[in-house]
């Protein structure tokens, strides 16, 4: 069975960088990077850490992402769970445990598994591994204009480069589904799933995009998964004249405006069993054969090319609006893309495909 582990251990190595090296630019604990060429899943507070940090590593690489992700899944496929039965004792006749003897017995267990989690915890001050190496958890991180995943407490800041100085992002608040980051006067909320681009300067054009995973709690500390990456360009949305001629005569359908564009995520519902094909922002292309009563989101920066076997088999909903999708039985082929309407002016259409 192939190794991503070993994989990423060989490209480091081929390409001459140190482990700390690769820690300082991503951001990523040296220890969790040492778990992944080890593939020691057992040091990670969840699967979706272990993901995320696996998918940095490996675009840092200059490893396909896609791939290693893939790599991993086959790896917990073949893993197979431990029998039932084998987890449960076995019914023996015998004396019976006094019930103090339980109950201390219990008390004991619980107050070592409480001990344990305060030790190993990856998350807490002055856990086992920080006080034998003397190395602390930053609170900080300086973005460095490539995609990086952190984990971030309340009080975190993210300092970000702007026009020679450097501006400050704080974690203010963080609850079960969400948290709110504050930036010079402005506070902004985000909840989970949510990926949103900041202006810092206030010049119109954003310096950084900011999108928050999950929320995990250890020692009753909340820990909030945030993805930071270069934003989107408004600039570079330059639409053909073709598009703008059907906006103009009506065919395309303008979906919402806004001053910056920003991600917007398609959800989808399905009436009937049909077979969808999608590409989000000229990614690889995609296919998912839908049941019906399947419902499922498709979020893209800048465009979501999607094309349905049925158009009667599926509804779209974006913004609170519902997207044409034609007659049943028909193909459906259909364009949700943003375009520079006029000066600092961004339209989110729907443009049918033929």
Known sequence: MESFGEKLRATRENLGYSIEQIARDTHIAKRYLIALESEDFSIFPGETYLKGFLQNYAEYLGLDTDEMISIYKNMKIQEQPIPLDQLLDQKTPGRKVPAVLAVTGGVL???????????????????????ATGEEKSQEVVYNGQKTSIEAPKGFLIKVPVNNNIAEISVQRISENGISLAYGSTTQDFIIGDAKQIDLDGDGTPEIAISLGP???FVNRKIALLTLKPPMIAENLIASASDLELVAKGVAKIVSEAVQPSRFTVSVTVIKNCLLVYYLDARDREEKFSYKGDTFTLSADRSADIRCSDGGAIKLSLAGKELDTGRAYDLFAGRVTWIKAEANKYQLVMIPEK
């Open 109 to 131: 267990v619980a107050a070592a598994i409480i001990l344990i989690l305060v030790l190993v915890n990856p998350f807490a001050a002055g856990g086992a591994e920080e006080a």
């Open 215 to 217: 929320i995990n709690t």
